[in-house]
Nanobody, 112 residues
Framework: VQLVESGGGLAQPGGSLRLSCEAS????????LSWYRQVSGKEREWVAG????????AYKDSVKGRFTISRDRAKNTVYLQMNSLKPEDTAVYYC??????WGQGTQVTVSS
């Protein structure tokens, strides 16, 4: 099982970024997928999740209305569209697949 994130980088407050997580080594439609984030020195926190079919989605309160999780079955990829970014969104973002599988993380920095 492999999860590879991409799309992180530097954004200005109010800007947007789209994170991608390409999955391999398992049947994509068989697992729920989530995004987590971690700030250095703090615990990793859940940000958003979607069920195995992509029909049910949930978000951390602080990102509701700004972030959108989606999954593309044809590309075995889950996305996190992040709009109206705030400095407090700065963190390393991780993709997670049910069963204990993590990606390597991608850094998101929101700063002017």
């Amino acid at each position: 099982v492999q999860l590879v994130e991409s799309g992180g980088g530097l954004a200005q407050p109010g800007g947007s970024l789209r994170l991608s997580c390409e999955a391999s080594g398992f049947i994509f439609n068989s697992v729920a997928l989530s995004w987590y984030r971690q700030v250095s020195g703090k615990e990793r926190e859940w940000v958003a999740g979607t069920d195995n079919a992509g029909g049910s989605k949930a978000y951390k309160d602080s990102v509701k209305g700004r972030f959108t999780i989606s999954r593309d079955r044809a590309k075995n990829t889950v996305y996190l569209q992040m709009n109206s970014l705030k400095p407090e969104d700065t963190a390393v973002y991780y993709c997670y697949a049910t069963g204990g599988y993590w990606g390597q993380g991608t850094q998101v920095t929101v700063s002017s």
